[in-house]
């Protein structure tokens, strides 16, 4: 089966740094995604990992485990705009390249 | 160059009606994939589609839910008698070919609240 888990609230104040953790147990493996989606709008592309490691992409860095089943999202300078559930997904890569995502994180930062 | 384009955004519809959400996907893009969001549930896949091809279905309810993606015009998910526990948003994404590296990239969703 496919089981994608990560944190489902997390606050951070504005200007600081906050990690957002995801482990996944899926069959196969092809890729792991971060989105970024606020209320009521469309899931935005964030970052992608296939190779362990860590993708830096200004502000936001994302980094993989394979061996471990492991990302984390790194968000910086934590601005009031980031305020926002973020998702974790992973594509299995089993025929059709689906994603399945985590249940997201809601992220809340303050002042 | 315009995202993907989902309408309606919110659709009301009694029990035992027929929904039909439509997507276009981002220019250039010739694969569609259709997702449900539950209220504090993470997305679901529901079908992969190709021009004229359903490609993975394997998410889908097994009745009352079809979609396409003809050669010509948006992909359509079509959800006949509906229920109340089709209250959800719908999301399709497109990308442009299938390939290990291709992203998906999302519309703004259908919100359908069934009464």
């Known amino acids: 089966g496919q089981n994608i888990d990560q944190p489902t609230e997390m606050t951070a104040t504005e200007g600081a740094i906050v990690q957002i953790n995801c482990t996944y147990q899926?069959?196969?493996?092809?890729?792991l995604f971060w989105y970024q989606q606020h209320a009521g709008e469309a899931p935005t592309f964030l970052s992608y990992?296939?190779?362990?490691g860590l993708e830096e992409k200004g502000r936001f860095s994302s980094f993989l485990s394979r061996s471990k089943g492991y990302s984390y999202l790194l968000l910086k300078e934590l601005q009031m705009k980031d305020s926002a559930s973020y998702l974790c997904a992973v594509r299995s890569g089993a025929g059709s390249y689906q994603l399945t995502f985590g249940k997201g994180t809601k992220l809340s930062v303050i002042p | 160059n315009a995202g993907v384009m989902q309408n309606p955004r919110h659709l009301v519809r009694r029990r035992g009606q027929e929904a039909r959400l439509r997507c276009s996907p981002m220019?250039?893009?010739?694969?569609v994939y259709w997702y449900r969001q539950l209220p504090e549930e993470g997305l679901k896949f529901m079908v992969y589609l190709q021009k004229e091809n359903i490609i993975d279905e394997s998410g889908m309810p097994k009745e009352r839910f079809s979609a396409e993606f003809p050669k010509e015009g948006p992909s359509i998910l079509r959800i006949q008698q509906v229920v109340r526990g089709d209250s959800a948003a719908y999301f399709c994404a497109s990308s442009p070919i299938q390939g290990t590296q291709e992203t998906q990239y999302f519309g703004p969703g259908t919100r359908l609240l069934v009464l």
């Open positions: 990992n296939v190779l362990d």
């Open positions: 220019k250039g893009h010739s694969h």
């Open positions: 899926t069959s196969g493996f092809n890729g």
